[in-house]
């Protein structure tokens, strides 16, 4: 059973206002395996809605995080772009803060290692913290990163801090909109944090998500959805303070805030100047979310359609990316089966198992060679260079990619 959410995962109003149902979906990250092809998967509804009061954009559903997270698929090793985001930002943030044998970084949500890694090779001390049994295993075991298997919240970060741990640099990537207890992650992450410190965190940015039309970034895991308007309000109800912010193009377009106690917050000039442009936008007000529903409508059909009469006209698809977004732009849009043969993912842990609702097989990348499907949708089109590259062989021998989002084209 999911909760609905009764107010504000941040402040607590109860006037939500909804902006798009995307109806009952499975778990985006639940891959089946072929022994589950015979039960009943469990479905959740999901509900985007937008807080009147302090302007987050949310989900309505809350699956409880331990059916969400134990036995979490997504190893972030298995992106070349995330490896090399993850080492850049490592060696700034040690260059920047003057980082020594001393200090401590820790990293929540730290998936396998992926950017604990590169501090780790420079002598810093790092801990992780990943909810995720069989993640934080591989950290441990691979990476040799010290790594605590337990769900980052205000009463770890205290027994961390009765432990002697203090953190000059938190980093949460990709985290915050995951979690249920927002306010006690945020409580969690001041308590850790030392006086001088700083929280680097990154989250998708709503204005993105609007602007291109990337429904299927909404799912289950994905509770909230940030703009630096509605983060400002969330980090200074716990002492906090946004010192900077940067716009980055992961995920499809994030936000990058440097978080620090509020005491020490000094020149934010670029802070106010997103806040302001973010004011002219109306980040603030339903009207400026109300479009992005209709938007999803139209896309969906679109795809649909274009998928629908290349399949009629005899031609052969595949997709690539087994991956959250995946499933819900699959489910949301009605695509299984009856219009592709399979996906393809890198993962070794996705192979072999099924996407979930639709259903479809996941074979590792080097099928898309040995079938030869005339077209491969997308389904990771945040990384569609660094796919494309990869898979430059598939198209030298005449294979195409349609990338579904803003809108759907063939590549
Ligand atoms: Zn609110």
Partial sequence: MSDAQAGCRSCGATTLDEILSLGRTPLANRLLTSEQLDET???????????????????????????LFREYAYFSSYSDTMLRHAETIAGRLIRAR??????????LASNDGYLLQYFLKQGITVLGVEPAENVARVARETRGVPTLAEFFGARVAERL???????????????????????????GVRTLLKEEGVAVIEVPYVKEMID?????TIYHEHLCYFSLT????????HGLAVKDVER?????????????????????TGVRALLAEEAEWGVDRLAFYEGFGRAATVLKDRLYALLHDLKRGGKRLAAYGAAAKGTTLLNYCGIGPEILEFVVDRSPYKQGRYMPGVRLPIHPPER?????????????????????EQQREYTVRGGRFIVPVPEPRIA
């Fill in 41 to 67: 998967e469990p479905t959740y509804a999901l509900t985007l809605v937008c807080c009147r009061s302090c302007s987050l954009v949310q989900i309505l559903e809350t699956v409880p995080p331990e059916v």
């Fill in 212 to 216: 291109r039309t990337e429904f299927d």
């Fill in 98 to 107: 003057e980082l020594t044998a001393e200090s401590l970084v820790v990293e």
């Fill in 248 to 268: 980055i193009p992961v995920h499809g377009g994030s936000l990058r805030l440097f978080v620090v106690h509020r005491d020490a917050l000094g020149d934010d």
């Fill in 230 to 237: 509605a983060l400002v309000h969330l980090f200074h109800r």
């Fill in 368 to 388: 898309l060679l040995e079938s030869a499907p005339d077209y491969v949708l997308l389904l990771t089109w945040n990384l569609a260079d660094e796919i494309m």
């Fill in 161 to 187: 801090w009765e432990g002697g741990q203090r953190a000059d640099v938190v980093i949460a990537n990709n985290v915050l909109a995951h979690v249920a207890e927002l306010n006690d992650f945020v409580a």
